[in-house]
């Protein structure tokens, strides 16, 4: 289960990963994305403060705010995330990795404020793309979808793009 350095194996994951995403497909006849259940956590959080005006948006009639599979996925995300870091000994408590520090200093804020950016942006891009990495790339890429199969490639061209220029300059 785990390598030499103590993480769990990418085979093992990758492995696990295509299990379940077939598990998804068996069991609820829907392709393994989360995309969607952010979604439908943030109608949560709307019709905490504003029912009506949630309910009209025309984004929450079409995915009505609920509980289903895709809100649990991502509750148990971080749980998972967990489990994996204890058991493959790679808990650090480091809020700032070595690199970050390198070219932008010691402080968390800006670390936390480019995270907090960064997945802001993401989450309107998998929106306004139909789909997540996870979406596109192992669900999509597993219908043979031809859009996900352009999206790989888009998703690899803007994170070496973005490395690049975080870390180069």
Not at 122 to 138: E, M, N, V, W
Request: glycine letters at 14%.
């Amino acid at each position: 289960m785990q390598s030499a350095s103590g993480a769990w194996s990418p085979y093992l994951v990758g492995t696990l990963i295509g299990l379940l995403s077939m598990a998804t497909f068996y069991f609820s006849n829907k392709p393994l994305s989360v995309s969607t259940a952010y979604a439908r956590l943030a109608g949560m959080v709307g019709n905490l403060f504003s029912r009506r005006h949630t309910g009209n948006l025309k984004s929450y009639q079409d995915t009505p705010p609920k509980i289903e599979w895709g809100v649990m996925l991502v509750v148990g995300m971080p749980l998972g995330a967990w489990l994996a870091a204890v058991t493959g000994g790679e808990i650090t408590g480091v809020w700032v990795p070595a690199l970050w520090e390198q070219h932008f200093g010691p402080d968390v804020a800006p670390r936390l404020g480019v995270a907090l950016v960064g997945g802001m942006i993401l989450g309107y891009g998998a929106r306004l793309a139909g789909g997540c990495t996870s979406g596109h790339g192992i669900s999509g890429a597993l219908q043979l979808s031809v859009g996900s199969w352009i999206a790989l490639p888009c998703f690899f061209v803007g994170a070496v793009a973005t490395a690049y220029l975080l870390y180069r300059f």
